[in-house]
């Protein structure tokens, strides 16, 4: 296993496991979220600029997989969808701010707030309050790098003070896209782990993969904390 998967599955094992506590009111929770499968080399991430300079040996994900949530848009809050760009804004917002994300921002506070990265979100109000825009960098561990009326993506796996090539990178996605022929609003979690140094083909073994899932819908239900009546 390489080296990036080995820092990866132990980044994901850690939050998982803190995330998924109480296992059988978590199942029922999140009951509503569901993975669905997406060809990787078809994704725009693959052919993004972003992708191609930070993973320039062009290796195969460790880890790719994407989340969904359809929410009925009567039960959004109205006005975050008369601005465009707003739902997606908050929809971030809960990732970040909400009870889902707390245990891990709580650790990666004690371990890495200091003065240079107190320029980056820490505080619970602070992450409930920003826009999000690009170069916005969260916990020293993600960083805003594109963000479109429908999504905002962060960059993942180290410190945003790494700014170069690094062994262990990612990509996390959060978007939110009103279908109105479906009177829903769909809510997606996509994240992509990858080796941007060296070659490798290593995968994380099936049970980070599995907790990483957990995580990830402990994530979607928080969030959707932001957007409901």
């Given at each position: 296993m390489s080296r990036a998967v080995k820092l990866a599955s132990k980044f994901v094992l850690y939050t998982s496991a803190a995330g998924a506590v109480g296992f059988g009111g978590f199942l029922f929770v999140t009951r509503k979220s569901r993975f669905v499968p997406f060809e990787?080399?078809?994704?725009?991430?693959?052919?993004?600029?972003?992708?191609?300079?930070?993973?320039?040996?062009?290796?195969?994900?460790?880890?790719?997989?994407?989340?969904?949530?359809?929410?009925?848009?009567?039960?959004i809050k109205p006005e975050l969808l008369k601005e465009e760009g707003k739902l997606a804004e908050a929809f971030c917002a809960g990732v970040w701010s909400g009870f889902g994300?707390?245990?891990?921002?709580?650790?990666?506070?004690?371990?890495?707030?200091?003065?240079?990265?107190?320029?980056?979100?820490?505080?619970?109000?602070?992450?409930?309050?920003?826009?999000?825009?690009?170069?916005?960098?969260?916990?020293?561990?993600?960083?805003?790098?594109?963000?479109?009326?429908?999504?905002?993506?962060?960059?993942?796996?180290?410190?945003?003070?790494?700014?170069?090539?690094?062994?262990?990178?990612?990509?996390?996605?959060m978007s939110a896209v009103v279908k109105e022929g479906e009177g829903v609003a769909e809510f997606g979690l996509k994240s992509v782990?990858?080796?941007?140094?060296?070659?490798?083909?290593?995968?994380?073994p099936a049970h980070i993969q599995y907790a990483h899932r957990l995580y990830t819908k402990l994530w979607m239900e928080s969030a959707l904390r932001r957007v409901l009546k």
């Open positions: 990787f080399t078809s994704d725009p991430i693959f052919s993004s600029g972003h992708f191609k300079k930070f993973n320039p040996n062009g290796n195969a994900p460790a880890l790719h997989d994407l989340c969904v949530r359809k929410v009925p848009l009567s039960q994300y707390n245990i891990q921002r709580r650790y990666l506070e004690r371990k890495y707030r200091r003065q240079e990265t107190e320029n980056q979100l820490w505080d619970t109000r602070a992450l409930a309050e920003s826009t999000y825009d690009v170069g916005t960098q969260i916990t020293d561990h993600f960083e805003v790098f594109e963000r479109t009326p429908t999504s905002i993506s962060v960059r993942c796996g180290d410190s945003p003070l790494n700014s170069g090539v690094r062994a262990s990178d990612g990509v996390f996605e782990f990858f080796s941007g140094e060296g070659k490798s083909e290593g995968t994380m």
